[in-house]
Structures are given as C-alpha cells and as structure tokens.
C-alpha cells in the first residue's frame, strides 16, 4: 500500500499510503528500517481532513503572536523555525501562510512531502528519484517572481545558500532546520557552510518550538507540588496565584490525563545588537545569553506559563525542555 519495494529487505526504505476512514482522509507515513530480527516498521498518522490551525490556536501566546504576525509582514529575510521532529515546525508555518495567503501575494513552497493542501498557494513536492531536489527547486522557484518562499527544510549548503540569496534579493523565505534551540540554528547554519556575515544580514528570526500534551478538562486535578520549584522557574509568589494541575485520567481521555497537544515557543529575534555579535562569534551560549538580556523568552519560562495557566503539567514541561 506504501509502494516499497516488498523484496528488499536490507535497505531502509519510506513511503505513505492515503487512507480514507469514514469521512476522514487520513496520511500514513511508513518508514523501515532492517534490523538483526527484521524489519522495523514506523508509521506515523497525519489527519488531513482537519484544517490547518491559525496562529492564536498553536499556543502563541500574545506578544509571541503579536512579534510573529509583525514578521510575517516583512519585505524579505529569512524565518526559521527549529526543533525535532514532530515538534510541530510544519503546522506552525503553515498556520502563518494561511495567516498572510491574499490573492496578491504570490506563495510557493517545496516540501518533502506536502503535508496539507493550502488554496491559493503553490506547492512543490520534492522528488528525489527525478533529481528534483530542494536546491533545484529552489532555483526554479525564484524565476517564478514568488513574494514568499516555504523551504520545508535546509539540509545542506547549497539549499542554504539559495535561501540566503533569496532572502537578500527580496524575498520572505520561511524554513525549518533540527536544532535544540533557537541560538543553534545560527551555529549549525555555520556549520553547513553559510557565512555568518551572510547569516547576520539574511536571518530575521529563529522560533524554537515543541509540543507539550494538554491537560484533560473532565479529569484534571489541582495539586501542590513537593518539590522545590525555583530551580524549575516557579516562585512561591506564583504558586499563590495560580493553580497548578496534574494528569490524573478518564474515559474520555482514554485514561492518559491528556488530550490534546499545544506549542511552547522560544521567538529569538535577531535585532541589531545580536547581529552585530553573530559576526564576531557563532557560539550559541553567548548568542543565547545576549538574547536573554534583551528579554527573549525560553522554552522552559513559555512551558511555566502554559503550566500557571493550567493547560499543561511541570512534567510535560521538564520532559521537552532543556536548560
């Protein structure tokens, strides 16, 4: 059903099969991967028939939104958004296309796979049998007199090299990359093989993300942690406040505690000062640190809010960040 090749089962190999359920279009992506016992089967469910979410429903929280729907407006640079996979990267800038998507602004994106269909948009798959590969999609993109370009993501440095070009000839690029957090999206674009110089003058902003699970509203109940909270980012002050939860289970969450998955962001914007410093070093602690001056937000201090706020729990919390 995945098109693989059934005979060959020493090679990892990938595929996805289209599966209608009732009234819903469901995406399988299968990937194997042969083992001493077998094969290895991973198959990961993508549900097309609900929309792409809009930026206030992936858990921005209102100045986060409020800076992003501000850099979606941009003339040209480049928007990164990192994070493993499955942290919701796509879904993120999917939700700002829809956001900015007019009949006037011409949007082209090369992925690998399209994800969801978007109206009004022009999307590439990448298809690597026939040598249509990002960089060369790339290139015949910008002959397309697009306004925004979507990279689904920079693997190498020819990719990045095109995106930067882009970025610099007038152009809004939105693209994702696997870094921890924002600071080492600057590191490993260096290490790809882009100049900082280049990065400094291209790059406009980094959003780290991850998917941390919602609380169940029939089950959830309010506790008092035991343990110390100030090495976490939780003050006593705050606890006062506000009501803390945790996961406890029912039928309609299937007994986990949990339904649902909502982003936390770490939105590094690049203004002058952190520019300045990219071209003197590309070491992430000191370009992380000199953001912290200038009041960004981590992953772990978004994942605290959405704790007081009681949608999430301070083990979700733990589990996908890092300090």
């Known amino acids: 059903m995945a098109k693989l090749n059934i005979a060959e089962k020493r090679l990892p190999q990938d595929g996805r099969i289209e599966v209608k359920l009732g009234t819903q279009n469901v995406d399988v992506r299968v990937s194997t991967l042969p083992t001493t016992f077998g094969e290895r089967v991973v198959m990961r469910l993508l549900n097309k028939s609900e929309e792409a979410l809009n930026l206030r429903e992936v858990g921005l929280p209102p100045d986060g939104l409020e800076l992003l729907n501000h850099l979606a407006q941009l003339p040209n640079g480049i928007i990164l958004v990192t994070g493993p996979t499955g942290s919701g990267k796509t879904t993120t800038l999917y939700s700002v296309l829809a956001a900015i998507n007019k009949p006037d602004i011409n949007i082209i994106t090369i992925e690998d796979p399209v994800e969801y269909q978007l109206k009004g948009i022009s999307q590439i798959q990448v298809n690597p049998k026939i040598d249509l590969t990002f960089a060369r999609g790339l290139r015949a993109i910008v002959r397309q007199d697009p306004d925004v370009i979507l990279i689904g993501e920079i693997r190498d440095q020819e990719t990045a090299t095109i995106a930067v070009q882009s970025a610099l000839t007038g152009h809004l690029v939105f693209s994702t990359l696997h870094t921890n957090d924002s600071a080492s999206a600057i590191t490993r674009l260096v290490d790809i093989g882009v100049e900082p110089f280049l990065i400094s003058s291209s790059v406009v902003a980094v959003i780290a993300q991850r998917l941390v699970r919602v609380l169940c509203d029939h089950c959830k109940e309010a506790y008092t942690p035991g343990v110390i909270l100030e090495g976490i980012g939780i003050t006593r002050d705050q606890l006062e406040n506000h009501t803390i939860y945790q996961a406890k289970g029912c039928e309609k969450c299937f007994h986990t505690g949990y339904r649902g998955r909502v982003g936390i962001f770490e939105i590094m914007h690049l203004n002058e000062d952190l ?43 733990l589990r996908v960040t890092q300090q």
């Open 275 to 317: 520019k300045s410093l990219i071209l003197k070093t590309y070491d992430a602690t000191q370009i992380k640190q000199a953001a912290l001056q200038r009041h960004m937000k981590t992953l772990r201090q978004s994942g605290i809010e959405k704790v007081l706020a009681g949608t999430t729990t301070i083990e979700e919390v």
